[in-house]
C-alpha cells in the first residue's frame, strides 16, 4: 500500500502538489456470471497546473477511469490519491463532497439548464457548492469573461452555438474554484475551430484559475498541447 510518507517523498522530488496519484487501479463489472475486467492495472499522476489526455478507442476504458478520478465509482483494486487523501477507502458521502467542492466536470453533451441563461447556469453551480451568494455576481461575471462570453452572458443554450455552450459549460464547471477539472470528450461534438477556442480556453484557466485538467479524447490534432498523454488500450495504459 502506498503511505504518506511516499506520496511525500513523490512530492519533495518533483517539488509540485501531486493533486491525483493512481496505483494499480483494476475495474471489473459482472454481467450475469461473466465477470468483465474493464481497467487492467492503472498507474498515473496527475500534478498542479497540468493538462493531461486520455486518448484510446472507444470501449478502452477512459469513461470508467473518469469516473473513478471523480469518485463516481470506486476501484475494484487499487488506489487512487486526491489531494493526499486516499479516495479509494471513502463513503459515498465523503466523495459527494469532495466532488462537489474541490472537483469540476464537463461533458461531451452540454449539461447546460435549457431555460436558464448562460448566467443562471453558472449561478446555479455556485449554488449547488454552498458558495456565499454575496460572491455570486463578480464570481459568474468573472468566470464568463474568462471564457470569452462577457457579451453573451445572458443568452441561453438554445440563442448559443455549440463551442459557446461548451464554454458556458467551463465556466460553470470552474465557478467554484475546483483543483481538478474532468473533462469527458470536451470537443467530440465540435468542428474543430470551436474545439481549439476550448483547447485555448483550457489552457488560460489552467494559468489564471489554478486548475488541473484531466481530459479524454479522440481527437489527435488536441494532443500536442496536453502536458502528458495516456494511451489506453484495452483497459491499460501503453507507452508510445
Ligand atoms: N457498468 C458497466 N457494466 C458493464 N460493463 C461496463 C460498465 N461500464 C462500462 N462497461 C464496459 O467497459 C468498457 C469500457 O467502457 P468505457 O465507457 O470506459 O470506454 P471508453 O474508452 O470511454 O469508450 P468511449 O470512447 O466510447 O466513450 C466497455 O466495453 C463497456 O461496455
Known sequence: MLGSASLEGVTDVVGEEELLVVRGVHRSFQTGSRKIDVLKGIDMELRSGQLIMLRGRSGSGKTTLLNMLGGLDQPSKGEIYFRNRPFHQWGDDQRTS?????????????????????????????????????????????????????????????ELSGGEQQRVAIAKAIAHRPALLLADEPTAELDSQMGAQVMNVFQNIIKTEKVSICMTTHDPTILEVADRVYEMVDGRFVTN
Open 98 to 158: 469532495v466532488r462537489r467542492k474541490e472537483m469540476g466536470f464537463i461533458f461531451q453533451a452540454f449539461a447546460l439548464m435549457p431555460l436558464l441563461s448562460a448566467w443562471e447556469n453558472v449561478e446555479l453551480a455556485l449554488r449547488m457548492a454552498d458558495i456565499p451568494r454575496t460572491e455570486w455576481k463578480e464570481r459568474v461575471q468573472h468566470c464568463l469573461e474568462l471564457v470569452g462570453l462577457g457579451k453573451r452572458m445572458h443568452h441561453r443554450p438554445f
